[in-house]
C-alpha cells in the first residue's frame, strides 16, 4: 500500500506543477485539463496494449516451451524423447514465468491442465510428466479435479522406472488440504488405481484430512464406508481409532461392518 500511495502522491504533485505552471502561461484551465486527460487515457491504453503484447508473449513462451517436450523422430525415424536437461530446464522455466504475475501463473496452469487432457501414450510421457510436476510445484488448485482424474496414471506405458513412481499422487499431496474434499470423492470411483491412489494421497496429506473423512464415514448415503475406514487406518492416531469404532457400534450393513472391523485390525496406533 505505500508503494502505490507514493506513486499516486508523486503523479499528483506532478499534475499540480502543470497546471500551475499553464497557469502562469494564461493558458486556461479547462483546456489543460483536457490535455491532461487526453494524455492518461493514452497512457493507460498504452499500458493495456502492453499488457496484451506480454500476455501472447507469454503463451507463445509455455506453448515452445511444452513442444520441447514432445518426441522427435531422428534419421533412422526412431522417436526420441527429450534430455534430462531439457527437461529440467523447461520445468525451471515455466515455474519462473507462473511466477511473474496471477496472470502468468493462470497461463501456465491452463496450460498444463490442456496437456493432461490427453492421457499419456509413449512408452514414458515426459511432456505429461513434466505437467504434472509442474501443477504439483505450483500447488495448483485448479488442476485438482483434473489430476484426481489422472490418479491411475504414471506416464510410464510398457517402461517401469519404479514400482513407486507416482507423480500425480505427489502432486496433490503437495496441493495438500484443498485437494482433500476431491480426494475423498475419488475413494468411490469405480476404478480401483484411483480409489487406491486417493486413500495413498489422503495419508500422506495425514491428519489435515482426519476431520473430512470422519465426516464422510457417517454421512447417511456413504457408499465408501470401507475406503474411508481403511484411510483413517493408514493415517492412524486417537481421533481416528475412535471414529472406526464409534462406526462399527452404529452399523448395521454387513458388508460395512466387516470392513470397518477389518480397518480397526490395520489401525496404526501413533
Known sequence: ??????????????????????????????????FLVVGALF??????????????????????????????????????????????????????IAGESAESRANVIEALIEVLQTPP????????????????????????????????QTGQNGILISLHFRPVAFAMARIGEPAIPRLIKALSDQKPGIRDQAAAVLSMIGQPAIDKLIEGLFKPDARNIGEIAFTLARIGGEPARK???RAIGTETDPTALMELKHARSKMRRR
Open 1 to 34: 500500500m505505500a508503494v502505490n500511495f507514493q506513486r499516486f502522491a508523486g503523479k499528483g504533485a506532478l499534475c499540480g506543477w502543470f497546471l500551475i505552471e499553464a497557469r502562469k502561461m494564461k493558458v486556461k484551465t479547462d483546456i489543460v485539463l483536457a
Open 43 to 96: 497512457a493507460s491504453l498504452g499500458r493495456g496494449a502492453l499488457g496484451m503484447v506480454d500476455k501472447q508473449h507469454h503463451g507463445d513462451e509455455i506453448a515452445g516451451l511444452l513442444r520441447e517436450l514432445l518426441p522427435v523422430t531422428t534419421e533412422r525415424r526412431v522417436s526420441e524423447g527429450p534430455g534430462a536437461e531439457t527437461q529440467v530446464r523447461v520445468r525451471t522455466r515455466l515455474v519462473e
Open 121 to 152: 501414450r509413449r512408452a514414458f510421457d515426459e511432456r505429461w510428466v513434466t505437467a504434472v510436476g509442474v501443477l504439483g510445484e505450483l500447488r495448483a488448485t485448479e488442476a485438482v479435479d483434473i489430476l484426481a482424474e489422472n490418479l491411475d
Open 243 to 245: 471414529a472406526i469404532e
